[in-house]
């Protein structure tokens, strides 16, 4: 009797353990107010005028809202999909896009109020960092396209898109939660 009680409660802590792991990584990341930063020091901001401007990556500056960004879940992911969401600039009121139908290796990353674009988030580590993919059908020859800093040397450094490299940790964005929706 006493042996069938452990491992009945052996196997039941496994199995809550086991669940408890697998619902946190399916939650994905939630609608909510965020800054969006590279190792939390170079912040996702968008250009002076930000209509149609590129994305920098620049440190934290005291702007209210201009490095916050809206993030909402359009579709939560399943499988090997990340979740859908849209993220817009609190200061601009303007979406994270690119400005054609269909995504390119080495397009800029630009701010602009026409378009929800949708962006695909893939959990990386440490927690609370994503990958910023381009959804699967909208690039040309099928490649994954991540939101990554330019390969260009100039300052303020910008965003483009560039092939995805899963492994490459350095790809990955840490979403800092301001404030709930």
């Not at 499988?79 to 896009?97: C, E, H, P």
């Not at 800093?149 to 995805?164: E, K």
Request: charged fraction near 20%; proline fraction near 4%; aromatic fraction near 10%.
């Amino acid at each position: 009797m006493t042996r069938f009680c452990f491992h009945s409660t052996f196997f039941l802590l496994v199995t809550l353990v086991t669940v408890t792991l697998q619902g946190s990584l399916v939650l994905g990341i939630g609608n909510g107010v965020y800054k969006i930063s590279r190792s939390r020091s170079m912040y996702l901001t968008p250009s002076a005028d930000a209509d149609g401007a590129v994305v920098d990556a620049s440190a934290l500056n005291n702007i209210q809202d201009e490095q916050e960004w809206t993030v909402m879940v359009v579709t939560p992911g399943s499988g090997d999909a990340g979740d859908l969401v849209t993220i817009r600039n609190r200061r601009w009121n303007k979406f994270l896009s690119f400005d054609t139908n269909y995504a390119q290796n080495g397009q800029r990353v630009v701010v602009e109020g026409k378009s929800r674009r949708s962006w695909e988030l893939h959990a990386s580590t440490p927690a609370g960092s994503y990958f910023v993919l381009v959804p699967a059908g909208l690039v040309k020859g099928g490649e994954r396209l991540a939101v990554d800093i330019s390969a260009l040397t100039i300052y303020p450094p910008i965003t483009d898109l560039s092939p995805w490299t899963e492994t490459e940790r350095g790809q990955a964005w840490v979403f800092d939660k301001t404030s709930q929706l």
